[in-house]
DNA sequence: CACGCGTGGCG
DNA sequence: TCGCCAAGCGT
């Protein structure tokens, strides 16, 4: 995609423009930017909102003022400092990196951006950050914020997981980059990101850009950025016949590898036609047949749905050749468990219990 | 390309 | 109440 020479510079003035108004310029890591501040900052918001940033990075750099200090620092500081931030393998980056900087840079931070991502966790638009907000070399970002703006701008179709929309991405912010005012400008897109161009609920009347903005001009913002589309779980529903009999039920264990491998269950059918054949071949005598509600389980891959019908019998001739095939048993409802059930069927259970079926 | 990484805020 | 998400990067 070519983006017109001329829409370019508009684009940039307005918004430079736009953060000479309403731009933030009083975060603390934008006093007396140097690259030090710019990259601990940086850090500490991947992934981490501006508000829960502010604390930690005060005391950061109270103990850490520049990099010497952070690469002199002992580990355990480091990390006590990111204690309740998360993500503790970027503080642990962020110790080598600064020792990186002092042994092999003498303390200045590289330039170019092919040094600077050669740092561990700098990657390219954090690498971009720091050049362009400290040392206002004209370099792109693209963190959540941009990404978000310039989806909507240029409708990108697609989802950031996919690497031809990172590629496409990278290359309009490429293209609208300022060689000026670089600095103002990026602050700004990020800013219009995070406090106007919303995830939800855009304020697109206050956008100095809406006029570019091509999702807004077609009036389909809501579509944009395309959402990953989620992994559905397959469902499966199963007919789970609750056998009970004399203060009994019957329960079969399952086979020892799979789900719930080993543990004691009911039988599963996969409609409730089956179990009424079941039944059948059992010729028991009936004396409840109820449906009981259905109950959700989620697993890792995919959602069971259990139909439980509740199946009282009073006929006994079968009881024992049933228990004794099949790995079936029948557990005393009064008595404790003394074997593994999944969740659900120890639902199930308490829920029969409270019944106090046929005692 | 998918996933793990941590926590707090929000609708 | 809880799933979703927020200034990404490394593997």
């Not at 971009?128 to 693209?142: N, Q, R, V």
């Not at 703006?149 to 990172?166: D, L």
């Not at 009064?334 to 079926?357: A, C, H, M, R």
Request: aromatic fraction near 10%; proline fraction near 6%.
């Amino acid at each position: 995609m070519h983006i017109d020479s001329a829409v370019k510079d508009h684009f940039s003035d307005k918004i430079i423009q736009w953060h000479g108004q309403f731009g933030r310029k009083h975060l603390p890591w934008q006093h007396n930017r140097t690259p030090y501040r710019v990259w601990v900052s940086e850090i500490m918001l991947q992934q981490t909102q501006v508000a829960t940033v502010i604390g930690y990075y005060q005391r950061f750099m109270d103990k850490f003022p520049n990099v010497q200090a952070l690469a002199a620092g002992d580990s355990d500081d480091v990390l006590h400092l990111w204690t309740g931030l998360g993500y503790y393998a970027s503080a642990r980056n962020l110790h080598k990196a600064a020792k990186t900087v002092v042994d092999k840079f003498g303390g200045e931070f590289p330039t170019t951006l092919e040094a600077m991502e050669a740092l561990p966790g700098i990657g390219r638009s954090t690498a971009g950050a720091i050049l362009s907000l400290a040392l206002d070399i004209p370099l792109p970002i693209l963190d959540g914020n941009v990404k978000r703006v310039m989806a909507r701008c240029f409708m990108v179709e697609g989802w950031y997981g996919q690497a031809k929309v990172m590629q496409q991405l990278w290359d309009i912010v490429e293209q609208l980059t300022p060689t000026k005012d670089i600095q103002p400008y990026n602050q700004a897109m990020m800013d219009i990101g995070a406090t106007i161009c919303t995830r939800s609920k855009p304020d697109c009347d206050a956008c100095p850009v809406s006029e570019h903005c091509q999702a807004h001009n077609n009036d389909r913002i809501t579509e944009f950025p395309h959402k990953k589309p989620k992994k559905v779980k397959p469902v499966r529903t199963e007919y789970w016949p609750l056998v009970v009999h004399q203060g009994q039920i019957m329960l079969n264990q399952r086979p020892p590898s799979g789900i719930w491998g080993g543990l004691y269950s009911f039988n599963a059918f996969d409609d409730e036609r089956a179990v009424k054949e079941y039944n059948d071949v059992k010729s028991w005598d009936v004396k409840t047949w109820q449906e009981l509600p259905e109950m959700k389980h989620i697993f890792t891959h995919f959602q069971l749905n259990i139909r439980p019908i509740l199946i009282v019998i009073q006929d006994h001739q079968y009881l024992m050749s049933i228990a004794d095939s099949n790995q079936s048993i029948w557990y005393k409802l009064d008595d404790e468990l003394s074997f593994g059930v999944p969740t659900p069927v120890l639902k199930l259970i308490k829920q029969i219990k409270q019944l106090k079926l046929d005692k």
